[in-house]
């Protein structure tokens, strides 16, 4: 049966400096521990270069805002809504010559 409990995994994540448990979809299971890993490196990587000049959260937040521009610009270069708008205008037009 679809959406069951069998279809769920309790985990624990090791996140920066956090373990945390968490509940995730069987099949998500290897995202989670990649964004896990994801999260921990990036904000490893501004403690590195900022300890001793900003606060903790100051890290926090920059390392949110890094992974939040990844994932944007990532998503602007994926969009297809433009090539589906002149997709859809071409096929309108393909199908007006053949009628005529």
């Known amino acids: ?23 995730v979809m069987r099949q998500d299971e290897e995202y989670y521990r990649k964004a896990a ?11 590195s270069v900022f300890k001793a000049k900003r606060s903790e959260k100051d890290i926090l937040y920059m390392a949110l805002i890094d992974i939040a521009l990844r994932y944007k610009k990532e998503f ?12 859809s205008q071409l096929t ?9």
Do not use: F
């Open 92 to 100: 309108s037009e393909i199908e007006e010559a053949l009628k005529d």
């Open 1 to 23: 049966m679809a959406g069951d409990n069998r279809d769920k995994l309790q985990i624990r994540l090791h996140v920066y400096d956090t373990d945390m448990s968490v509940t």
């Open 76 to 87: 602007a270069r994926n969009d297809v809504t433009p090539y589906s708008k002149i997709i």
């Open 37 to 47: 890993k994801l999260i921990t490196d990036t904000v490893n990587t501004y403690a």
